[in-house]
């Protein structure tokens, strides 16, 4: 898969609970609008990779003004204003050879992109929350973090989260 890769900027965006919860019932855990302000800033224009089931979570489908891809095991499924993958290589292969691409959810997908990602936005959410979609977990000997933002706080949720991004530093790979 590295090989079908060489050429492609995959990043992963998430947010994240302490306890590495992600979701619920096919929904966010918690509304912070900073953050999905800072998720739109940083996709539009891009293209986002994710799961179907993602997909029909979000609030508008397709999200406007980016590239979707949708992954899913239903062969010749399509979905208006996406493009489909069948498999994970698929989706690399659709990926943009020029530009960052963002891997977008769920927690399967996020799972088989974390090998193989170049850099992680990770929205770190300071509490714990029941979930029945959890993050993998991250070995942080294998990041490098390159920006942080830490100890902010959203009014309306009463939460406080932290801004970390971190680029693989390849030191463990082969």
């Not at 920006?147 to 970390?164: H, I, P, R, T």
Request: charged residues 25%.
């Amino acid at each position: 898969m590295n090989l079908l890769k060489m050429n492609k900027q995959l990043s992963i965006i998430v947010a994240i609970a302490e306890n590495n919860a992600i979701g619920k019932d096919n929904q966010l855990l918690w509304h912070l609008s900073d953050d999905l302000k800072r998720f739109k800033q940083l996709t539009t224009h891009h293209t986002i990779v994710m799961g179907k089931k993602t997909f029909e979570s979000l609030p508008v489908r397709p999200l406007p003004n980016r590239r979707s891809i949708v992954i899913t095991d239903v062969p010749g499924e399509k979905i208006e204003g996406c493009e489909m993958a069948y498999s994970i290589e698929d989706a690399i292969t659709l990926c943009d050879d020029h530009q960052e691409n963002f891997i977008i959810g769920g927690g399967s997908i996020y799972k088989q992109f974390m090998p193989i990602a170049d850099k992680l936005y990770l929205t770190k959410v300071h509490k714990d929350f029941e979930a029945d979609t959890f993050y993998t977990d991250i070995d942080y000997t294998e990041w490098d973090v390159i920006e942080k933002q830490e100890n902010l706080f959203d009014e309306k949720s009463g939460l406080s989260f932290s801004y970390l991004v971190f680029k693989k530093n390849h030191k463990t790979q082969v």
